[in-house]
Each structure stands twice: as structure tokens, then as C-alpha cells.
């Protein structure tokens, strides 16, 4: 089966660490693939930055599409652009955070989230709502570090985010650790081994998530609210989005 992963932010060695600690996990019979759409923000940490990054993303399921990948992975916390990939894909699509979340639910009562900045902490609470993890999600903790200082050597990013673990674990009364962004995949063993606790990578959970549904020949229903677009014209530099409905 084929599995596109998509980080949605353009920075090309997030991207390959991604790849990466995917296809560590992956099963023998899946090929992984790694794209950062060619147009959009360097990292995502707003509204605005997961905005501008939905048509990346849709131009990468449409893509991938005519190359019959099986399985997409929206792989940046936010989860941007997931329902409308689910309405632009025949297989499932999976956010990384969607994942996350209902994993660390059937390993504990509560989890914490760790993140970048504390301005996305909002967006990480809107989606345990969405998804109905309020009442195992006990606090989202922001390191304040830039998304793109994850990418930066020297940056001692992996301190930062071990010691907000610490406090998480110490503090929150919790079972597991979410982290709150894609590009601290590279860190989930790490951190784990550290401190003992349960630390959930969102990557690698949509990733086995993503094959078990393909294997189950579970597909994205299109009978309500995920049926495919409507054709209709789109103009400017939308116009290659409108839909084809062969
Ligand atoms: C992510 N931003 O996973 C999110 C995380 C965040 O560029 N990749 C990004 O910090 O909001």
C-alpha cells in the first residue's frame, strides 16, 4: 500500500524527519511517502499560517490521487485542511493530532499536550473538543519555541520540550504525553525513556492508523458531508482546484 504523508509546512527537512519516523514504524508492505506541498508558510503556527496551507495540502491529495495512494496523513498538529482532504480522497485521511489523541485516550485517563507557542495552545483545544477528548485532555502546555527552532541546531530544543514533559508528568496527574508537534517526532523515544511515562507521537500513530484502515478496506465514506466537491469553476490561482468528478 502507499501512504502519503504531507507535512503541510515547506520546510523540506521537517519533512524528511518525518518520513523518516514513519517509515520506522512502518509495515513491510507499506511505501511511505514524505511531501511538503510547493506552495505555502514555512512553518504553521496560527490561524492564518493553517489557512494559507490548505491549498498545499489539497494540491498534494489531488496529486496523489492520480497516483493511487491509498492513504493520506495530514502531519501538522493543527490538523489543517482534514475535512476537506477527506472530501477530496477516496482513503482515509488522518490528522496527526486526531491520532494523538484518541491514542492516548486508550492508554490512560488523561494525557497533557506539549507544544510549540502558546498561541496555538487554542487550536489544540478546539480540536479535543472536536474530537471528544476534552475530558481526557488535562492541559496543553506551550514551550515557546518557535516551530522552526525544532529545525535549528543549537537551539536546545529537545531540553525545552523534555523539561515541559517533566513538569507535564510531575504535575498534570496524567498517564501519557501528546506531542504537539510533527516535527518533534524525532524526540517521542527519547523523551520516553527519560522520564518514564507514555509519550504519544502523533506521526507514527496516524501512520498505523492509516494502514490498519486501508488493510480493514475502510475508505472515506461519500455518502454525507465527505462526498467528493461539486464541480464549479474557481479563479486566479485557484483554478486547477476545480474539481473533476471523473
Ligand atoms: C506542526 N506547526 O505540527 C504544527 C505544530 C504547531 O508547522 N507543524 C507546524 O506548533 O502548531
Request: glycine letters at 10%.
Amino acid at each position: 500500500m502507499k501512504i502519503k504523508i504531507i507535512n503541510p509546512n515547506t520546510t523540506w527537512s521537517m519533512t524528511e524527519k518525518i518520513g523518516l519516523c514513519a517509515r520506522r514504524v512502518a509495515a513491510a508492505g507499506t511505501e511511505v511517502i514524505a511531501v511538503s506541498p510547493d506552495m505555502g508558510p514555512a512553518s504553521i503556527e496560527s490561524h492564518y499560517d493553517e489557512a494559507l496551507s490548505v491549498p498545499g495540502i489539497l494540491d498534494e491529495v489531488r496529486k496523489g490521487e492520480a497516483a493511487g495512494v491509498d492513504a493520506y496523513v495530514i502531519a501538522c498538529f493543527g490538523d489543517p485542511g482534514l475535512y476537506a482532504a477527506r472530501e477530496a480522497a477516496r482513503g482515509p485521511v488522518i490528522g496527526i493530532a486526531e491520532a494523538a489523541m484518541h491514542a492516548a485516550s486508550l492508554v490512560g485517563g488523561s494525557f497533557s499536550v506539549v507544544t510549540t507557542l502558546a498561541r496555538t495552545s487554542g487550536i489544540a483545544w478546539h480540536l479535543a473538543e472536536r474530537y471528544g477528548m476534552q475530558r481526557f485532555c488535562r492541559k496543553v502546555r506551550a514551550c515557546e519555541l518557535n516551530v522552526l527552532d525544532l529545525e535549528r541546531p543549537g537551539s536546545d530544543a529537545y531540553r525545552t520540550i523534555l523539561a515541559e514533559c517533566r513538569q507535564a508528568m510531575e504535575q498534570d496527574r496524567i498517564d501519557s504525553i501528546v506531542l504537539g508537534c510533527a516535527g518533534m517526532s524525532d524526540l517521542c523515544q527519547a523523551i520516553a525513556e527519560e522520564l518514564g511515562i507514555a509519550v504519544v507521537d502523533g506521526v507514527a500513530v496516524a501512520l498505523k492508523l492509516a494502514e490498519s484502515l486501508v488493510q480493514l478496506g475502510l475508505k472515506t465514506g461519500k455518502r454525507g458531508d465527505l462526498a467528493f466537491p461539486l464541480a464549479k469553476p474557481y479563479t486566479g490561482s485557484l483554478e486547477k482546484f476545480a474539481w473533476d468528478p471523473r
